[in-house]
């Protein structure tokens, strides 16, 4: 980027007509237009031309939050400041001139104080790896801002309700925490919250009286002067006419009709955008990348940003935004047409997308280019009709229904405006006994239920109807039935069931008749992901709406309320607000080891400022990598060229295999199997395989360039990829697995099975994959050094690998490679292997180069090459006795590792001890590790133990099913004893005491309520035919090995002290508990400065691979324990050298001696004050981590919609190093793992390549998707004397108790099989109730269960039932 800064002190500068002027955080910002691309990004500048780096890049594309910031606009006759978030990553710099931007860093910050938001996030627990939370942070101050703003809240605390903080955070992602703590965050400040009633915080403590409590809460001030959002300079300088030369600038931003016109029609030949708040780009990702000679911003012309309501209907200009325009109609109406369009407006995207968004640019998606939109739906219900300006006609008015069957809307053509008639019923009509009642419903399926998805269908009904005493029923008179998004080019209306029911009285049987017509006339185009479904969908929602009007029941009982708009459907979705508990006991036995503390640097990822690989500063000359990968599963690569044989701008080279130095390998990951190959080589092994990096000199045009590159593939002569489990097994096609790798069989299975009095054979199940979804993709930055070094900064769980391969790429000693990583914005297993090619391919850039090279990979490049999960399929015999005890397991495995080792040989024993949870009996294993043509599967939080944990509940419920004994009791009998774990784990079985699992077990019940809450559960199902219930309880058995681990412990001259342990910090807290652990253990000195005291004193600072060898993974949840007992080692050492000093003082002085003097004296006397070493566990570093969860789901049997409304987790941590870490480990494991089990679908097309690339197809838990009430206890099981203070892990086992949602989903709809089977009519169709759900259970999954044509079953069931009688 080019653009000219000019930073001015306030006011100094008279705003000039070829600049751009605006505001970042108070700070003003001038820069010459004729210097800007006017497709930059407000992110580009902010990270690039800014010191601003709070604001992260997580997608690009309008789906996550991370780059959101607050906008402010300044309306100079109203003098009104209206404020609000926009997606920094989708709107253009240039449509800010004249606003002011405040990111986090703005709203406070470590230089001068945090904010409220800041300290209450921090306070609650809420960040881990940090990396959404500055957009977090933003999106809850814009949240209070506007709450606060027409009327002054009460003292201390804010107008926002409950209701709206959980609201607040709904479209912004979080990867890591599970949303409970920071929803608890902006709870707190709520006006109709109780503090006490929010999660673990560390604001309360025990026994404290209410106003102790809100004295600790960091002050909230609305009218605090601590934020101004809009300056005051700015204020002035844009009451002068600011307005540009409209032909000067490839920017321009047009005031009147007339002069938009004129620079459409003059400019023939020219390319022209059209731009409103541009989120579209968001969707239409390419957009970005094509070269407009000139962007048109229309959101200045006053007839396209009009909202009018008179007598005759709503006007909406076309550059209105959602937001405004959901404000204005909420406003002006209440129970209507319009609040029902609200209502769903309120879904479509997210706030900050829907702050800029405009009503216009949505319609015009789906007019020219097919978009998915919920608004054409709903408009074309509501018979609303646009004017449209085209060169050739002038302006034109058309119904929304003409104008998208039109061809595509040319170029220069523009939108206007929109505008919904009044619609107002009717004096009684020919044969009515009561006045006509207007109908107006709109619908949508969508995974998410607050929006931020896409659905997959939407519909609006709109219907006229009346009473009619002589025909006894209700006449419909007219209607109109819109859907929209489920395949089809645009929205449509099923005119044929429009027709057929016109004039009908509506009934059951006119209702079937109805379906069959709409299930001929919803049919999603060829290609479309789940028709069947998205048809079942358009049968719901028809039913939902006309299904109160089959009796004149409900009509006459008040039905349709006064206005003539009817509630008509059943409330089909529970409201229920988010609430949690938790149990939670702080040790104080190694204070502060065991307290609560509030994570290392929580304040500073709030805010910001903590340094993230990509937030280094760019060095000079540095330059940018972006991968190109195959999109072919075997092929030879004949050629590397651009499209149109054109070199793309700022392309500096493109560097492959062939670049490897002299001495150097082609080698990509050195990790624990075989090494790995950095870019394919003249054969290209799989879709999604690296096969060059393309150096650039900006990350925007390396990544523009990457995707103009052309491979020329050619297969001939090769042999046909292997893209299956079965083609693998066919071709034999197998990695060797070394024996103690292969999992081992236990007892004697033939014995087992010849004691089972009941068998299942040759049972199937099959798993499939799951992305990381961290919010900071990979990322490195390599910087050549002197004497041909390099020093790589790396997004990594394991520098000390990346440094090896780096060497090994390279081909130079180890001592030449420096890798340095601060911290990790999420790794969850996927910045083990897959970050040492991001880190090697940059430092063999940097290397070619001998220049900087950085990296940032996109997210749809890191979806398509990072591999996830291992997707398998599971054969089982199982032996069982009446009981349902089981006698024998036999299980026979195939694992997609893909192309090569990577972590798969260690599947096999991961799914082996999550599996053997159970007692088996006799347990026979045998698993055949498949090499195929995709990308190498690799480690994701809890791989393998998840696998295994539901492969054991799945044969668990296939049992249960089978002998028709309730689930609960198969898994009692089933758990071990004592004696059957130590046959099963061994030595992992640990002592007696340690098994805590049947404890825990019990403990659930009455935690949870379990049995009573059971039969509430079918008491409910009893009653109710659209919603069912299921609750689940489930153990999780997970076992871990410590690894050795450095560390090392610097006192310096002040006493202040440096920690340096090679586990890294990826948001799991273990630089808290590291911090905690040395001051425990220094504090053992018992000088006059106590623990507490000293842990202000502790900083750890980053993993260095040369300052610290060694440094193994941090990964398999026991880093943080086992780096904290490095460190624990070191401070001994310490305490050792200092004891003597101590004594001598004491003696000198007679007084307690401070740390301060103490450590001068040390240093006077030259005492080496650092001590470094390695923690090497012994034979009892291997444990059993043990929790059982229960949760309750309730199914919505006509959408397949799954809503958690309870879970309740024990878990134990033995003795808890920090609860507030551990139970933010537990609750974000364990929604990670709902993630897996009930959302996330990690698909590959028949290449093997990804296609679920995105944040639009990709769907991780949202705010919406959680437990709506969460209880965790930690059980704080006492003392293990092998453990390290006794604690034990939490990062990854809890994931696996997520299983207990999707066994409860399982219940649910088991009970509506059982209810469709009754209304089966002559019982032509047998249901299965020892059905398999698959995994992910997603709507459609579940749906399908439900039955795809649930609704017509039930009304032939209804009709034969009335015929009966
Ligand atoms: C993350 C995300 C999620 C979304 N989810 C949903 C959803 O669930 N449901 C849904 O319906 N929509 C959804 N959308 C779409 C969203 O509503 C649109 O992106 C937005 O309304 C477009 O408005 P805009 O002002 O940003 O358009 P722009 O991006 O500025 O413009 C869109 C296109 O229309 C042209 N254009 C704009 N205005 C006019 C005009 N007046 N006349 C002629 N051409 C014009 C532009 O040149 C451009 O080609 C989502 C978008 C994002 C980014
Ligand atoms: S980066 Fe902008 S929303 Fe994800
Ligand atoms: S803390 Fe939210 S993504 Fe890591």
Redesign the pocket.
């Known amino acids: 980027m080019s653009e000219k800064v000019i930073e001015k002190e306030e006011g100094a500068m008279k705003s000039s007509k070829t600049c751009l002027v605006f505001a970042i955080n108070g700070q003003r910002f001038e820069l010459e237009l004729s210097s800007i691309d006017p497709s930059t990004t407000l992110i580009d500048f902010l990270r690039n031309k800014t010191p601003f780096k709070s604001v992260k890049l997580g997608c690009g ?3 996550c939050g991370a780059c959101v910031v607050l906008l402010s606009k300044y309306d100079p006759l109203l003098e009104k400041v209206d404020d609000f978030t926009i997606s920094s990553c ?1 709107t253009l710099l240039c449509s800010i001139d004249g606003c002011s931007i405040t990111t986090s860093e703005g709203l406070g910050n470590s230089r001068v104080g945090f904010h409220a938001v800041h300290e209450r996030i921090a306070g609650f627990h809420a960040t881990q790896c940090g990396f959404c939370t500055p957009g977090m942070s933003v999106s809850m101050f814009s949240a209070l801002l506007n709450a606060d703003k027409s009327h002054p809240p009460r003292s201390g605390c804010s107008n926002l309700t409950a209701a709206e903080a959980e609201k607040a955070v709904a479209g912004n992602l979080c990867r890591c925490t599970g949303y409970r703590p920071l929803v608890d965050a902006c709870k707190s400040f709520a006006s109709d919250v109780d503090i006490e009633d929010l999660g673990f915080n560390s604001f309360c403590k025990k026994g404290d009286n209410r106003d102790e409590v809100l004295g600790r809460l960091p002050c909230y001030d609305h009218t605090s002067s601590q934020v101004c959002t809009f300056p005051e300079f700015l204020k002035k300088e844009i009451k002068i006419d600011m307005s540009l030369d409209p032909r000067k600038y490839r920017w321009s931003s047009p005031v009147s009709i007339s002069e938009l016109q004129g620079l459409l029609e003059v400019e023939n030949g020219m390319s022209v ?11 239409y990702k390419e ?1 970005k990348e094509r070269k407009y000679e000139r962007f048109v911003d ?1 959101r200045r012309i006053p007839e ?1 940003t009009v909202v009018r309501k008179d007598e005759k209907g709503v006007e909406l200009g ?2 209105v935004t ?1 937001s405004k325009a959901i404000e204005v109609l909420r406003e002006k109406e209440n129970g209507s047409m319009l609040a029902k369009i609200v209502s769903h407006m309120e ?4 706030r900050f ?1 829907r702050n ?7 319609i ?2 789906a007019q ?1 280019k097919q ?1 998915p ?3 054409t739906t709903i408009l074309l219900a509501a018979r609303a009709t646009v004017r449209i300006m085209t060169s050739s006609s002038g302006q034109e008015h058309f119904t929304l229904e003409e104008f998208l069957q039109q061809p595509p ?1 040319e170029t220069k ?4 405006s929109i505008e919904i008639p009044s619609w107002l019923p009717v004096k009684k009509k020919n044969g009515s006994s009561s006045d006509t009642h207007l109908l107006f419903e709109t619908y949508r399926a969508a995974p998410r239920p607050f ?5 997959f269908l939407n519909a609006a009904f709109s219907a006229e109807v009346s009473l009619s005493e002589e025909l006894n029923g209700i006449v419909l008179h007219d209607c109109r039935l819109a859907f929209g998004a489920y395949g089809t080019k645009h929205a449509h209306r099923a005119t044929k069931v429009e027709e057929f029911l016109t004039g009908k009285v509506i009934s059951d049987e006119v209702l079937i008749e109805a379906i069959g017509l709409l299930k001929d006339e919803i049919v999603p185009d060829k290609g479309t992901s789940n028709p069947g479904y998205r048809s079942s969908l358009a049968v719901t929602f028809l039913f939902e709406f006309f299904e109160s009007l089959t009796q004149t029941n409900g009509w006459l009982n008040g039905g349709c309320k006064e206005n003539g708009f009817d509630q008509n459907v059943e409330s089909l979705k529970p409201e229920a607000m988010l609430s949690s508990a938790q149990q939670i006991v702080e040790n104080q036995e190694y204070s502060p080891v065991g307290k609560g503390i509030v994570k290392a640097g929580a304040r500073l990822q709030a805010s910001g400022e903590a340094v993230y690989v990509d937030d280094i500063p760019a060095p000079e000359n540095c330059l940018y990598g972006a991968f190109i990968y195959s999109t072919m599963p075997l092929a030879r690569i004949k050629g590397i060229r651009f499209k149109q044989n054109r070199v793309p701008e700022g392309v500096l080279g493109i560097i492959t295999y062939k670049d490897i130095p002299e001495g150097g390998k082609n080698v990509g990951s050195k990790g624990f199997f075989r090494s790995d190959l950095l870019f394919a080589e003249e054969i290209t092994l799989c879709a999604g395989q690296i096969i060059a990096i393309l150096v650039a000199d900006s990350q925007k045009h390396a990544d523009i360039a990457a995707n103009l590159v052309v491979i020329d593939y050619d297969t001939k002569d090769l042999e046909s990829p292997i893209l299956s489990l079965e083609d693998a097994v066919e071709k034999s096609s197998f990695l060797e697995l070394p024996p103690p790798l292969r999992g081992k069989s236990v007892g004697d299975i033939a014995k087992g099975m010849a004691e089972a009095e009941y068998k299942i054979l040759g049972s199937k199940i099959s798993l499939g994959s799951q992305y990381f979804f961290y919010m900071e993709t990979q990322t490195a930055l390599a910087v050549p050094d002197e004497d041909n070094c390099m020093v790589v900064y790396s997004s990594t769980q394991v520098p000390e690998y990346v440094h090896r391969t780096i060497a090994g790429c390279l081909g130079v000693p180890e001592n030449n490679v420096r890798v340095i990583t601060r911290r990790v914005g999420g790794g969850f297993g996927g910045k083990v292997m897959k970050s040492m090619p991001v880190a090697a391919a940059c430092a063999l850039a940097a290397s070619k180069m001998q220049r900087p090279v950085r990296i940032y990979v996109n997210r749809k490049t890191d979806m398509i090459t990072t591999g996830g999960r291992h997707p398998m399929k599971i054969t089982y015999s199982v032996g069982f006795k009446s009981n349902g005890k089981i006698t024998a397991l036999d299980l026979e495995l195939l694992l997609e590792a893909g192309i090569s080792d990577d972590i798969s040989p260690l599947m096999p024993s991961g799914i082996q001890g999550a599996l053997m949870k159970y007692d088996w009996g006799a347990l026979s294993f045998d698993v055949k590790v498949c090499k195929t043509n995709t990308v190498s599967r690799t480690a994701v939080r809890a791989p393998g133990d998840v696998q295994g944990t539901y492969i054991g509940e799945a044969i668990i419920e296939k049992v249960a099913s089978y002998l028709s004994i309730d689930v609960d009791e198969i898994r009692k009998v089933n758990l071990h004893t004592y004696e059957s774990l130590k046959l099963f784990h061994n030595v992992k079985a640990g002592e007696s005491p340690e098994y805590t699992l049947p404890l825990i077990w019990d403990k659930l019940a009455e935690f949870s309520e379990f049995n009573q809450r059971r039969k509430v559960v079918e008491e409910f199902n009893a009653s109710n035919k659209w919603r069912k219930r299921g609750i689940s309880r489930v153990p999780a058995v997970y076992g871990v090995s410590m690894r050795s681990t450095p560390g090392r412990v610097s006192v310096l001259s002040d006493g202040s002290i440096v920690v340096e342990v090679q586990g890294i910090e990826i948001g799991q807290g273990l630089w808290t508990k590291v911090k905690q652990m040395t001051a425990f253990s220094l504090g053992l000195i018992q000088c006059g400065t106590t623990s507490d005291e000293l842990l202000e004193k502790i900083r750890v600072i980053q993993s260095d691979t040369l300052s610290m060898v060694q440094g193994s993974v941090t990964g398999g949840s026991t880093t943080s324990e086992a780096s904290s007992e490095a460190v624990r080692i070191c401070c001994v050492g310490l305490v050792e050298r200092l004891l003597p000093v101590k004594t001598t003082l004491v003696e000198q002085t007679g007084g307690p001696v401070t740390w301060d003097s103490l450590i001068s004296q040390a240093y006077q006397q030259s005492i080496n004050m650092a001590v470094s070493t390695s923690y090497l566990p012994d034979s009892t570093g291997e444990y059993i981590n043990y929790g059982v969860a229960a949760s309750e789901v309730e199914v919505n049997v006509l959408t397949g919609e799954t809503t958690v409304l309870r879970t309740d987790i024990i878990y134990d941590c033995g003795k808890s190093l920090n609860p507030a870490v551990d139970l933010g480990q537990i609750e974000g494991a364990f929604v990670q793992g709902l993630g897996f089990f009930m959302l996330e679908e990690y698909l590959m097309n028949s290449d093997g390549l990804v296609v679920t690339d995105s ?1 639009w197809t990709y769907k991780i838990p949202t705010v919406d998707t959680i437990p709506r009430q969460f209880n965790v206890e930690i059980l704080n099981s006492g003392h293990h004397k092998n453990r390290v203070l006794s604690s034990k892990a939490s990062g990854e086992p809890p994931l696996l108790l997520a299983a207990s949602v999707h066994c409860a989903a399982r219940a649910a709809v088991k009970e509506a099989k059982k209810q469709i089977s009754r209304w089966c009519t002559n019982n032509q169709q047998e249901i299965d109730l020892t059905f398999d759900l698959p995994v992910p259970a997603t709507m459609p999954v579940v749906k399908e269960f439900c039955g795809l044509d649930v609704v017509e079953k039930y009304l032939e069931w209804k009709i034969k039932q009335r015929k009966n009688v």
Do not use: C, H, Q, W
């Open positions: 594309e309008g789906g989708l955008k059209l731009v409103a708040g541009n989120t579209s780009t968001g969707y957009e229309i396209l076309a550059a959602i879904k479509i995207a997210n997308v800029t968004g405009t009503i216009g640019g949505n015009m998606m020219r978009f939109s919920d608004l809307l053509s523009v939108l206007l929006g931020n998805a896409l659905p944040t």
